[in-house]
């Protein structure tokens, strides 16, 4: 959420939409929680965020690349200009999604970088893409609050029985403690 705030503002977006997917195709299913659950700390999450809104679209598709999700959003939102946000950690990984040239048609990535991240190491070689896609992706990285907070560090947390106070919003720490979620027990 930190990150979705710093692009809001960095970027002037009107409002950042969170796409969660019905299973992401590079995480085991056995290390998932439901998509219920997930749904249902992300709604909690966001409760009281005007500006960030919760989109099932992947869900509801039951499962999809992300140039069928931008596809999808660029029809129902045909008058906007649409923007996907990721992390420093994912740009060296993009030369491996589907249909990667259209993505960047369709919608203008936007790059938050994460703790550690050099962008003087990210260049068009680097990236594995084509010069134009690489300088495109390039030009729209920003350094918002370094932040490390990772979603496997806290369900490692919560499986040791530590604290995730302050690592997430009290009513998804709230949620997870009722529905035993990470838990190793």
């Not at 990721?86 to 030369?95: A, Q, V």
Request: glycine letters at 4%; one cysteine or more; hydrophobic letters at 45%.
């Amino acid at each position: 959420m930190i990150l979705a705030q710093d692009a809001l503002e960095t970027f002037d977006l009107a409002a950042v939409l969170f796409v969660p997917c019905d299973h992401p195709p590079h995480k085991p299913a056995a290390s998932l929680v439901s998509v219920e659950h997930r749904m249902a700390m992300l709604e909690a999450a966001l409760t009281g965020s005007l500006p960030f809104e919760v989109c099932d679209l992947e869900i509801r598709r039951g499962g999809t690349y992300s140039i069928d999700t931008v596809r999808a959003l660029a029809k129902h939102y045909p008058k906007d200009d649409l923007v996907f946000i990721i992390g420093s950690d994912t740009l060296p990984e993009l030369h491996l999604w589907k249909d990667m040239r259209e993505l960047l048609r369709l919608c203008r990535f936007v790059t938050l970088a994460r703790p550690g991240f050099d962008l003087k190491a990210m260049t068009e070689k680097s990236l594995n893409l084509e010069p134009d896609l690489a300088q495109a992706l390039l030009a729209n990285v920003a350094i918002g609050h370094q932040v490390d907070i990772s979603a496997s560090d806290i369900r490692h947390r919560v499986a040791e029985g530590m604290s995730i106070r302050y690592l997430v919003p009290d009513a998804v720490d709230m949620y997870i403690a009722e529905h035993r979620l990470y838990s190793l027990g």
